[in-house]
């Protein structure tokens, strides 16, 4: 048992590219969100601390507790709408109102369990290291539940993930400002959802470990409920994706992310054959594989399906219009910054050239 003291501090993005490389290092706890289109980082000092030290603080975050599921409903309804609306102004002011309110209340944190009374906030490692308050949610009939239960129709998202050895990541930051200033509004879905989290991976001997020092970038950001649907901004989040996987050589989060992000995402593990030397011993008759195993661990199949809108879904990175969907508007395009990407892009055309696109899908 010990004690954590945590503190969040907002600065500006400026220097965010040499502060990732070092912050780690700074504090034993320490991580960062990002929030892009606001041009601002909330740092996240955290660090153990005597166990004599005065507090009872704990990690409350206000996203991961139970709501009023018709609070819940309405807030996606809310979502959706803002994100039909492709120049994304309403977008960054929910947006930005969701930060600030966040921010008022600490993110959840408290200093005695209940009260917010200042920084820093000191507590015992269980009460600081995770939030879990939906673990105890009240068996209620749905008038309340988690925002990701799948029995109501409230939040829904993808989560992806990826690390980048530590000695890539300066460039990785600059190219994705890069980005950001080519189409600043298109960043606002990933700041509605609190940014784009930083946290240190240390390199690990282990079979499936890093072998470098990384930082993990998670990205979460709106999903429709309905296959195929676009979204205005995806082309920004295919790009920066791509961009980690294959300009950067990211490796991907084996638990969140899109189906492309799998492909030959074995063999960036030096050990891999070591370990499915071991899985095979152990498991020689496959009763802890699936099929969805076999094909992200590069034994039979390919976590690839190619059909149609299939780049919408993440289940294919486009290689023709087909797989996007062009009878919408969406069309098969070129990264902006990073060009070798190819992405699901709103294209505005004159109404005669549309037309003649149109009927050649049909």
Request: glycine content about 6%; proline content about 4%; some cysteine.
């Amino acid at each position: 048992m010990f004690k954590r003291s945590v503190t969040f501090v907002t600065c500006d993005d400026s220097d965010l590219a040499e502060q990732a490389t070092k912050w780690g290092n700074l504090h034993e706890f320490g991580d960062m969100a990002w929030l892009p289109e606001q041009r601002k980082v909330i740092y996240r000092k955290d660090d153990r601390v005597a166990i004599t030290s005065a507090g009872d603080g704990l990690n409350n975050y206000i996203a991961f507790r139970s709501n009023p599921t018709a609070a819940l409903m309405a807030a996606r309804v809310t979502e959706e709408l803002l994100e039909k609306n492709a120049s994304a102004s309403a977008r960054c002011k929910a947006a930005h109102k969701m930060v600030s309110s966040f921010e008022t209340v600490a993110y959840g944190f408290t200093n005695n369990g209940h009260l917010f009374t200042g920084y820093p906030v000191v507590g015992f490692q269980h009460r600081i290291q995770a939030s879990s308050a939906c673990v105890g949610s009240p068996e209620d009939m749905l008038l309340t539940s988690c925002p990701w239960d799948p029995r109501t129709r409230g939040l829904h998202f993808y989560s992806n993930a990826y690390s980048i050895a530590l000695s890539k990541v300066s460039a990785f930051i600059a190219d994705m400002k890069q980005l950001r200033e080519r189409n600043p509004l298109a960043f606002c879905g990933i700041d509605a959802k609190m940014g784009m989290l930083l946290r240190y991976v240390k390199a690990s001997s282990a079979y499936l470990g890093k072998s470098e020092d990384s930082i993990d970038f998670d990205i979460t950001y709106y999903r429709s409920y309905t296959r195929g649907e676009p979204s205005p901004h995806s082309d920004v989040l295919d790009e920066l994706q791509q961009m980690a996987l294959r300009k950067y050589g990211a490796i991907p989060h084996w638990g969140k992310n899109r189906n492309f992000a799998f492909e030959g995402a074995i063999d960036k593990y030096p050990k891999a054959d070591k370990f499915l030397e071991v899985k095979g011993r152990y498991d020689a008759d496959g009763i802890f594989s699936s099929e969805w195993s076999d094909q992200v661990l590069g034994i039979s199949g390919s976590p690839i399906i190619v059909e149609k809108g299939c780049a919408i879904e993440g289940l294919c990175i486009c290689s023709e219009h087909l797989h996007c969907a062009p009878e919408k508007g969406y069309y098969c395009r070129p990264g902006k910054v990073y060009t070798e990407a190819r992405v699901v892009t709103k294209k505005l055309c004159p109404m005669r050239c549309c037309f003649f696109i149109e009927m050649a899908v049909v």
